[in-house]
């Protein structure tokens, strides 16, 4: 049947069915999102028109994100966007793609902004800020807390800028473009609360990561030869940057926990270390 005829109800199980044979373990879920984008529709409202039919340019939409889908292009990359939280963050290739495991990284970091007693607005510092969603969930659920959104990349550095702009949070967030501190200099001694989620895979476990995630840029993932080089810089080069008291939250990978409160207990700066798992 082409799939100009179809109602929104046969296109989702069209969908389904073609990323299905491309065995993607949550084809229904991915068509419905597909669908929806197409419609400018919520998942939740599609079925509510599941008998209209659909129009060309929906058509069109649906038939290319499919085949995009079907040769390894990450969801989030063909529809442009990822909801994280509270807010919704343009998403675009050569930027990592915010993960739902990092949410919970921005709730440690609220809850340490709470517990804070400084002096006046605190200052975050986010390191590595990708599409800025840590950064700008924090900034957007704390509603007071300035925030420092800073990475490498050209291409984050100019997503973080938009993601904030998009969200009216620029008055709050400064987006740096900086090689770890090194363009962090007039922060010295003025930050409350370090937090990253670096890259942290090892170097050689890249390589056999699943196809998606090697659609995503390396300068995000990372992590050196036991991928514990940014834990290791950051822990260093952080107690510059920190006032006295301060707090440095990290995503960490699924057994690096030993590791990084080593580094810690190591350097000597940091004390009183907790670890949560997601
Ligand atoms: C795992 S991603 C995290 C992105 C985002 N914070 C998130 O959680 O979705 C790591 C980020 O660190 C950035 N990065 C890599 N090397 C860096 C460096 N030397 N200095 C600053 N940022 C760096 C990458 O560009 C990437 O955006």
């Keep these: ?6 109602t929104i109800g046969e296109a989702i199980k069209q969908a389904t069915l073609q990323l299905e044979g491309g065995s993607l373990i949550s084809a229904r879920v991915e068509a419905e999102r597909i669908v929806g984008e197409a419609l400018g529709l919520e998942r939740s409202d599609l079925y509510l028109y599941s008998e209209q039919k659909l129009t060309a340019s929906a058509q069109a939409f649906i038939t290319k994100a499919v085949a995009e889908r079907l040769g390894g292009r990450p969801l ?3 529809l442009g966007h990822q909801h994280f939280r509270h807010l919704d963050f343009i998403c675009r290739e050569n930027v990592l793609i915010p993960r739902p495991e990092t949410e919970l990284l921005v709730e440690e970091v609220l809850a340490g902004l709470d517990d804070l007693r400084t002096l006046g607005v605190p200052l975050v510092l986010d390191i590595g800020s990708g599409t800025g969603a840590i950064a700008l969930s924090i900034a957007h659920e704390n509603g007071v807390a300035r925030i420092i959104a800073a990475d490498v990349s050209d ?21 740096v473009q900086s090689d770890l501190f090194d363009g962090l200099q007039d922060y010295r001694r003025c930050v409350d609360i370090v937090v990253s989620n670096p890259p942290y895979i090892r170097t050689s476990d890249l390589d056999g990561l699943q196809g998606e995630v090697r659609r995503e840029p390396r300068l995000a993932l990372d992590g050196g030869v036991d991928g514990l080089d940014f834990y ?13 008291g301060g707090l440095l939250f990290f995503e960490i990978g699924f057994d690096q926990a030993a590791d990084v409160v080593a580094i810690c207990e190591k350097s000597g700066s940091f004390k009183d270390d907790e670890v949560r798992k997601d």
Excluded: C, W
Aim: hydrophobic share 50%; no cysteine.
């Design 232 to 244: 290791r810089a950051i822990i260093e080069g952080a107690p510059a940057f920190l006032k006295p």
């Design 76 to 78: 989030q990359y063909i």
């Design 1 to 6: 049947m082409p799939l100009a005829a179809m």
């Design 155 to 175: 291409e984050a550095v100019a997503l973080s800028r938009e993601n904030a702009e998009r969200h009216g949070l620029l008055d709050r967030v400064t987006v």
